[in-house]
């Protein structure tokens, strides 16, 4: 079973009562409800006269029916609704119930920025329930622990959710193996790579909408990636240099960005798999380090030692815009709060540093700081923004409110503080965020949402994958 979505899908029916309905024929200029797939669920609106319901069904194509499973909205207090006789209207919709805080709707790059990447999430989810797994984490809210790594003496940079929900650790520095883990088995094992560097191959990753996990290429001279099957392959760029890119993100259209570092243009893959490159207005070494894609569907490269902001606009232009705070090593990663604000994660920044939807940039005060202290940021399930420990010994996160606190680690840096453990995290469907060993020689993680298996109430982060 998987959640589907169909543009222009539209019929009739004339089914009375609180139950089942049967669907008539497409109506004329629409798609019919098979398009959906037999057994596959669906958002739905039904709208008589003066009657209404807004749900969450799934479509039989034996009998043509649609059940309605979850109600969202409807015109009788939010309940199923007793329809009565009359033809009634039956349309495939994108309900507000999963817009943020539901169904992410911005830069999830390990899910995809729109339904085709949430579909295959929302896939692993149903898989896991169906099969039995309750995701939770038996612990307390908040409660950090850590686990065993197959590969503890190489580096990886950035982490993904596959579609099945394994967590793939990028590799980077001197890893010869990709790494992975299931977070409902907690099983991690490795998987050969076609392309090795002990140069920082890659930097980050992208789930793209087909399912594949693009590698971000820092220097190296060919793109790599893995398919939902495993199957892992390389392709030509157009574009290569040293530290060229780092992170990604998914553009609106579905498009893999690879955001600039040291390049000096940006480069694209569209979804037919097409390398391109395109202009950039500024450029600089280190300039930029992750990037987020707005509500707008601008595409931000978040600054690490440029000085100035830059993105990218859904219809490919360009523009800077000015910062309040810079300096070098600044910022690398960036997260979409649920108010459409985009956090800069502070490395060795002394202030963190925002832009809001309306574009307007401001710099708030930290709890701790330090050198190289974080690298990468989570959403987690409640709204708090986590900045992921790079030197840092203790965690830091700020709250929708705004209030920024401070937390302990279960396995702060080696030497702390100074040491280099974790870089870049990935929020797993049960709600614990999971650090990517940088030189850890152990993975960490923190549940932030035990207990029942998850629903349209996950907030994914807009930066899992990068760094």
């Known amino acids: 079973m998987a959640l589907v979505l169909k543009n222009r899908v539209k019929s009739t029916t004339t089914t009375t009562g609180t139950g089942t309905i049967t669907l008539g024929a497409a109506a004329t200029g629409y798609q019919d409800f098979s398009v959906i797939g037999n057994?596959?669920?669906?958002?739905?609106?039904?709208?008589?006269?003066?009657?209404?319901?807004?749900?969450?069904?799934?479509?039989?194509?034996?009998?043509?029916?649609?059940?309605?499973?979850?109600?969202?909205?409807?015109?009788?207090?939010?309940?199923?609704?007793?329809?009565?006789?009359?033809?009634?209207?039956?349309?495939?919709?994108?309900?507000?119930?999963?817009m943020t805080p539901g169904v992410p709707h911005c830069d999830d790059s390990e899910i995809g920025t729109d339904l085709s990447g949430w579909i295959p999430f929302q896939a692993a989810l149903n898989n896991g329930i169906v099969g039995g797994t309750a995701f939770n984490n038996n612990g307390t809210n908040g409660l950090v622990s850590t686990f065993s790594l197959v590969d503890n003496v190489s580096s990886y940079g950035g982490g993904v959710l596959a579609p099945n929900g394994d967590i793939h650790f990028i590799s980077s520095y001197g890893a010869r193996r990709g790494q992975k883990i299931n977070y409902i088995s907690g099983v991690v094992s490795t998987y050969s790579l076609i392309y090795t560097a002990n140069d920082g191959s890659y930097s980050g990753g992208v789930?793209?909408?087909?399912?594949?996990?693009?590698?971000?290429?820092?220097?190296?001279?060919?793109?790599?990636?893995?398919?939902?099957?495993?199957?892992?392959?390389?392709?030509?760029?157009?574009?290569?240099?040293?530290?060229?890119?780092?992170?990604?993100?998914?553009?609106?259209?579905?498009?893999?960005?690879?955001?600039?570092?040291?390049?000096?243009?940006?480069?694209?893959?569209?979804?037919?798999?097409?390398?391109?490159?395109?202009?950039?207005?500024?450029?600089?070494?280190?300039?930029?380090?992750?990037?987020?894609?707005?509500?707008?569907?601008?595409?931000?490269?978040?600054?690490?030692?440029?000085?100035?902001?830059?993105?990218?606009?859904?219809?490919?232009?360009?523009?800077?815009?000015?910062?309040v705070y810079t300096t070098t090593l600044a910022y690398q990663g960036g997260v979409l709060a649920p108010n459409g604000d985009i956090h800069?994660?502070?490395r060795s920044a002394a202030v963190g540093q925002k832009i809001s939807a309306a574009g307007v940039v401001s710099t708030y005060s930290l709890v701790y700081t330090l050198?190289?202290?974080?690298?990468?940021?989570?959403?987690?399930?409640?709204?708090?923004?986590?900045?992921i420990p790079l030197s840092a010994d203790r965690g830091q996160k700020i709250s929708t409110a705004g209030v920024v606190s401070?937390?302990?680690?279960?396995?702060?840096?080696?030497?702390?503080p100074g040491g280099t453990q974790y870089i870049g995290g990935t929020l797993a469907p049960d709600g614990a965020i999971y650090f990517v060993p940088y030189s850890s020689t152990r993975g960490?993680?923190?549940?932030?949402?035990?207990?029942?298996?998850?629903?349209?109430?996950?907030?994914?982060?807009?930066?899992?994958?990068?760094?």
């Not at 050198?371 to 900045?387: E, R, S």
């Open 344 to 346: 800069f994660v502070p």
């Open 371 to 387: 050198t190289n202290a974080y690298i990468g940021g989570v959403l987690a399930p409640n709204g708090d923004v986590h900045f």
């Open 444 to 467: 960490q993680k923190i549940s932030t949402n035990p207990g029942a298996p998850l629903g349209p109430g996950i907030c994914l982060s807009p930066f899992l994958n990068k760094f």
């Open 406 to 416: 401070t937390y302990s680690l279960l396995d702060p840096p080696v030497g702390s």
């Open 39 to 98: 057994g596959n669920e669906t958002y739905y609106v039904i709208k008589g006269t003066t009657e209404w319901e807004v749900g969450k069904g799934t479509y039989t194509a034996s009998g043509t029916t649609l059940s309605r499973d979850i109600v969202f909205d409807s015109s009788n207090d939010g309940t199923k609704v007793d329809f009565t006789a009359g033809e009634k209207d039956v349309m495939c919709v994108y309900p507000s119930a999963a």
């Open 207 to 323: 789930l793209a909408p087909n399912g594949d996990i693009h590698f971000i290429p820092g220097p190296a001279p060919v793109g790599q990636k893995i398919n939902a099957s495993g199957v892992v392959s390389t392709y030509s760029l157009v574009y290569t240099t040293t530290s060229a890119y780092s992170g990604g993100v998914i553009s609106p259209s579905g498009e893999v960005i690879f955001i600039p570092s040291s390049a000096d243009r940006g480069q694209k893959i569209s979804t037919a798999g097409t390398v391109s490159t395109f202009s950039l207005v500024y450029t600089a070494t280190s300039a930029y380090s992750g990037g987020v894609l707005a509500q707008n569907g601008d595409i931000h490269f978040v600054p690490l030692s440029g000085n100035r902001g830059q993105k990218i606009s859904a219809a490919g232009v360009v523009s800077t815009y000015s910062l």
